[in-house]
């Protein structure tokens, strides 16, 4: 037996060896998995294959495979694996993002796609600015607090407003999300491949789910988070907001949705909005920090377009290399960076391999970023990649997504895809006409350096290790000029 475990299944996708009854086990590591990953792809290919503990792994690195495998061929990959920890015991089955194919997490989809979808996210507009206004004259009246600190604040309050329809989340608390966040944490981890012990031996499941005490922690996390949540679901939101609640309290009997489910859509949303928003941000300033060469061409065409009142959205056809900074920060750096792992819901064969049912299939984002079929020199930081000589957009490629793989594949897409667009598109147009994005200097006047690459593995979302700058306001009059905007409007 232990001899047989040793070969690869016939017909999986190549891979590493791996060894017996562990698999691939301990060649994977828990932090920065998404580098391992990437290493391997360039030895297997944009499809490969490992194994841990018997659960077969197949990891799409290039991306017309992940558009073959998870586009093209999503009736048969539209599941999720099963999550016991974060999808069974914490959530309890009520997380949208871990639910498997099937009514539930169609119906809550769908719910949700409604008040998110490409037509409707223009109405957020307004929210997004002032929220994008808030977070500089913020930087300019607390330079104390960190610049992370205003950042995690922006996310947080543009998911909880578009969500729940209440008021901005004030930088001085108190914070509603706070506890939250804080109680994610451990949700994050536990979604990844390997990230809990019942995840990997699941073996453990039947007795962890019959023991009180060993359940205790996980239902004590339910009870908060529902409450939390359901608290931010039947509190009143502001008159005329558009959010995704509002629109569910008044659609969701229809679909036999109750309050709870209501209250848990939204925190599916919530929990998948806030960190990847603050991810990509946070990912945006570190970038030019580095590269102040990159923005140039931006800055230019706020300074020809915009000139020294604050931008809008309707500048946005003029200002293309505003665009293609946000899509060289989500290529470069894709928050989610192996997306959330999908599975097989039959046998299938692709390329001359088989597929098992219940094989995990995961896109690996940040390797599929990198593919040199569609990216060249794809660790470079160069936001003029998408820019044609004409000084416009350039046509995307084939499976390309527009630019935008971060968003992941199929019918699990990013629900968010479309405001997050919006919300990043102000916000770096907004940071770079307010702001130049500078090394802090130390006592002696010299550079204080930022390391590289500055990953910080977060679980499912990766964000930049704390790094110094200093946000120098470009106009002295700066709050009166957003000021004037604002009453113009
Ligand atoms: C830059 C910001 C964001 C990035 C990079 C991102 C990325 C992703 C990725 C990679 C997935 C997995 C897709 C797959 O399984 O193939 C996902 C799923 C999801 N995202 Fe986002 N996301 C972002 C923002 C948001 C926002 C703002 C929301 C909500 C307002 C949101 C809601 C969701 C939901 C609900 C899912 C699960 C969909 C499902 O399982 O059916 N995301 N996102």
């Not at 988070?225 to 509190?235: K, P, V």
Request: charged fraction near 25%; charge should be neutral.
């Amino acid at each position: 037996w232990l001899l047989v475990s040793t070969r690869r299944p016939a017909n999986l996708p190549p891979g590493p060896k791996r060894i017996p009854v562990f698999g691939n086990l301990f060649q994977t590591p828990s932090n920065l998995l998404f580098t391992k990953l990437t290493e391997w792809s360039k030895e297997y290919g944009g499809i490969f294959s490992y194994d841990v503990m018997g659960q077969p792994i197949i990891v799409l690195s290039a991306a017309q495979e992940a558009g073959d495998v998870l586009d093209r061929l999503s009736a048969k990959t539209s599941d999720r694996p099963p999550l016991i920890k974060a999808g069974e015991f914490l959530c309890k089955n009520m997380q949208m993002t871990f639910l498997p194919r099937g009514k539930r997490w169609r119906t809550m989809r769908r719910a949700a796609h409604e008040s998110l979808n490409v037509r409707v996210v223009k109405d957020y507009a307004p929210m997004l600015k002032d929220e994008a206004t808030i977070l500089v004259e913020g930087l300019v009246d607390h330079p104390d607090i960190p610049v992370s600190g205003h950042i995690h604040r922006v996310a947080a309050s543009m998911g909880w407003r578009s969500i729940f329809g209440h008021e901005a989340i004030p930088l001085l608390g108190p914070d509603p999300s706070h506890r939250i966040e804080e109680l994610a944490a451990e949700m994050s981890v536990a979604m990844l491949p390997g990230g809990s012990v019942v995840d990997v031996f699941p073996m453990l499941k039947p007795i962890i789910a019959r023991s009180k005490f060993l359940r205790k922690h996980a239902d004590r996390w339910f009870e908060e988070l529902s409450s939390c949540f359901l608290h931010a679901y039947s509190t009143d939101q502001i008159e005329g907001q558009l959010s995704v609640s509002g629109t569910l309290k008044e659609t969701g009997e229809k679909l036999g949705l109750t309050a709870h489910d209501g209250a848990w859509i939204g925190a599916a949303l919530f929990f998948a909005a806030e960190d990847t928003t603050a991810c990509s941000l946070l990912w945006f300033i570190y970038a030019i920090l580095l590269y102040p060469e990159t923005a140039s061409a931006a800055r230019q065409q706020l300074a020809d377009i915009v000139g020294d009142r604050p931008p809008e959205f309707s500048d946005r056809d003029k200002l293309p290399h505003i665009e293609a900074l946000v899509k060289e920060v989500l290529r470069w750096r894709p928050p989610v960076p192996m997306s959330i792992g999908h599975a097989a819901s039959e046998d299938f064969e692709y390329k001359g391999y088989t597929i098992p049912k219940g094989a995990v299939v995961v896109a690996n984002l940040y390797g599929i970023g990198r593919d040199p079929k569609l990216y060249s020199d794809g660790e470079r930081f160069d936001p003029a990649r998408f820019i044609d000589k004409n000084g416009q957009l350039k046509q995307p490629a084939r499976d390309s997504k527009d630019d935008y793989l971060c968003f992941g594949h199929g019918r699990r897409i990013c629900l968010g895809k479309d405001i997050s667009i919006e919300s990043l598109w102000i916000t770096f147009a907004y940071l770079l006409w307010a702001f130049d994005i500078k090394k802090r200097r130390d006592s002696n006047g010299d550079e204080v350096n930022v390391f590289e690459p500055g990953f910080l593995d977060k679980g499912a979302t990766l964000e930049p290790v704390p790094f110094p700058l200093q946000l120098c306001p470009r106009y002295i009059d700066l709050k009166e000029r957003l000021k004037a905007a604002n009453h113009g409007a």
